[in-house]
């Protein structure tokens, strides 16, 4: 049994890799096209500021095929952000409209303008939010690291979505009631403390890596465990088959349902 544990073991590592980067079911979602070698430069920086132009809310999106996305609040427009890259083709695309009292944002990697991306590339995006616009987020990125501290934000939905990737996200206690994470290969660091506003819904679903959340211990929290290979480990919680919940759970108002779904890999959940 020992031996065919770990073969599975091995299968799944294998699966969970080609899944990640496309080899399974063809070209990754940015699409780079096998001949598109890229051929890095000298270090380019561009700024762009985005006016809410009207707009009361927003829907944004970013689009990053490989690199790296650090992301924040304290934004004088709906979006301050510098882009650094060495690959003239990666120059971002951004595009904004509004409708009625809604702007819509999108930024993206132009697709196909790479094949591999590696440590002797430049591709970063630092991008600062409106701190007081109510904006529904989705990030993608096919490798690379997110970053995200949206404590200073009014990020009401937020939906992330990585092949190998290292992420780490602060959530938005002010405005947020919905948090949906989907990550192929790599880390994710969930930190969901702060003075909730609202109650909210968290789905995490890892394929192949480990997960760490940090909760807060005054607010309701109950955890639905789904795991493969792996291991998880919550302190201070009570667990019931495949359910566990904190101490503060029944008493507070306000509560963070968390739906966790992982394939190979431990989890570790801590409460501040």
């Known amino acids: 049994m020992r031996g065919l544990a770990i073969f599975l073991l091995v299968v799944l590592l294998i699966v969970g890799a080609l899944y990640a980067t496309g080899a399974l079911t063809g070209n990754a979602w940015w699409k780079p096209g096998a001949s598109n070698k890229p051929t890095a430069g000298d270090v380019m920086t561009d700024t762009k500021a985005i006016d809410l132009q009207g707009a009361r809310t927003a829907l944004a999106e970013l689009q990053m095929g490989a690199g790296r996305v650090t992301l924040s609040g304290g934004a004088s427009n709906l979006m301050d952000a510098t882009f650094t890259y060495d690959v003239t083709a990666w120059k971002p695309i951004v595009d904004y409209v ?51 501290d949206l404590s200073g934000t009014m990020v009401r939905t937020l939906t992330v979505d990585t092949g190998a990737s290292s992420t780490t996200i602060k959530a938005s206690p002010n405005a947020m009631t919905s948090l949906d994470v989907k990550a192929g290969v790599g880390e994710v660091n969930l930190d969901l403390t702060g003075d909730w506003k609202n109650s909210a819904d968290v789905q995490v679903n890892g394929g192949v890596g480990s997960i760490k959340l940090i909760v807060p211990a005054n607010v309701g929290v109950t955890v639905n465990a789904q795991r493969g290979l792996g291991s998880i480990d919550a302190g201070g919680f009570t667990k019931d088959g495949s359910t566990y919940r904190n101490a503060a759970w029944g008493t507070t108002a306000v509560t963070l349902t968390i739906d966790l779904k992982v394939g190979v890999g431990s989890v570790t959940i801590t409460q501040k």
């Open 98 to 148: 509004v409708t009625g009292d809604e702007g819509r944002l999108l930024v993206r990697q132009p697709s196909g303008t790479y094949q591999t991306f590696s440590g002797s590339y430049r591709n970063d995006w630092d991008i600062r939010l409106s701190s007081a616009t109510p904006i529904d987020l989705s990030v993608k990125n096919g490798a690379g690291d997110i970053d995200m």
